[in-house]
């Protein structure tokens, strides 16, 4: 197999996916002007995505089978998955932009504001309706999934697995939301933080973003239980990996298409916290780590924190032990040949080589 071989797959299949949700987007109409408007508002957020989640959806089914367009409305609805978590994940971190648009709730505050000064009224308004439209997407995803795959023998597997994802990756966020809340207000056990921290991204990332794409498309292909438990050893190394680097961008980068300082702002939990809060730099980072109105010093100055502390070097070394355990197991599976071995090697090093 040729060189970025995985390169060559992703580009094709975002193409087919690009295809699928515009034909996907048309198909949703309204009559009614008020849902209408909040429709096209999810058809926006729905278009321009990276396109990973699906895409492994689709390498996932590949690994087994070769006839990949089988698997178009699978990947699909997995991508409207990811729009509707997404738009309840903004209200949650209070975001204004995604993927360089402005978030559900944010339009919807903003068309709002010349009818009331109530602050309150308005955000409650505007949080309610991204929480009824994402809902409404997430049951557009398993529709998807249970108009195309009915009558596929694997349904009964794959419309549980598709939930299993969902469940876990909810859990997940009710963690990360609520750990923030008891370190903040509470006295932060610094003892379990990393261990607790580790699990949240094992739950809302490495089974959202590598375990459960993965898992649907090779159940879609007939995988057995073995298959599936190798992917998920795998994949939850790959996804730690993916989310720690996912906080190190979210500091460093300022190509990430949503707001600067977003992590800091919401008093994030990241290995980064965890590291830093046991460390001699506790207090000075407290002081300044989750302020709303976040100046480019305070930024700086927690970058210069995170950087003199060892925590970068800490949380980008753990990242690289994850990724290497990760590519050390899909060396050693025996159920796929090499060519297929290279398209998970390949896609594993395309991750550790992004910068957004």
């Not at 309840?88 to 993927?99: G, T, V």
């Not at 529709?143 to 598709?162: H, R, W």
């Not at 939930?163 to 859990?171: A, G, M, P, Q």
């Not at 002081?287 to 502390?309: M, P």
Request: aromatic share 10%; charged share 30%.
């Amino acid at each position: 197999m040729q060189k970025n071989s995985f390169k060559k797959f992703y580009e094709k299949t975002s193409k087919t996916l690009n295809k699928s949700i515009e034909k996907f987007n048309n198909s949703l109409i309204d009559d009614n002007e008020i849902f209408s408007y909040n429709i096209n508002l999810f058809k926006n957020l729905n278009r321009d995505g990276k396109l990973i989640r699906g895409t492994l959806v689709k390498l996932g089914y590949n690994l087994l089978k070769d006839d990949i367009e089988y698997s178009n409305e699978l990947a699909l609805a997995y991508e409207i998955f990811q729009t509707s978590i997404l738009i309840h994940d903004d209200i949650i971190d209070k975001d204004i932009k995604r993927r360089g648009k402005t978030t559900v709730h944010q339009a919807n505050y903003e068309k709002y504001q010349s009818f009331s000064k109530n602050e309150n009224e308005l955000k409650h308004l505007s949080n309610s309706i991204g929480i009824c439209i994402g809902d409404y997407g997430l049951y557009l995803a398993s529709k998807t999934i249970t108009d195309n795959y009915n009558d596929n023998p694997y349904f009964g597997k794959l419309i549980t697995a598709f939930n299993d994802t969902v469940l876990k990756t909810i859990k997940g966020e009710v963690l990360d939301v609520v750990l923030p809340f008891e370190s903040k207000n509470m006295k932060i056990d610094t003892n379990s933080l990393e261990k607790t921290i580790m699990n949240i991204y094992c739950l809302k990332t490495a089974y959202y973003t590598i375990i459960g794409p993965l898992t649907v498309g090779l159940i879609l292909a007939g995988a057995d239980e073995s298959i599936i438990q190798d992917i998920k050893k795998f994949g939850e190394k790959i996804g730690i990996a993916f989310q720690i680097q996912d906080d190190l961008l979210g500091i460093f980068s300022d190509d990430t298409g949503k707001v600067t300082g977003s992590d800091i702002k919401e008093f994030k939990q990241t290995i980064l916290f965890s590291y830093i809060v046991k460390s001699s730099y506790k207090d000075e980072f407290l002081k300044i780590y989750g302020q709303d109105n976040l100046s480019e010093e305070v930024i700086i100055q927690i970058k210069d924190i995170i950087e003199k502390s060892n925590a970068r070097n800490y949380a980008e070394n753990l990242m690289n032990d994850m990724y290497n355990e990760g590519l050390n197991l899909i060396k050693e599976l025996k159920w796929i040949n090499n060519d297929k071995k290279n398209l998970l090697i390949e896609f594993v090093e395309f991750l550790k080589n992004r910068n957004k």
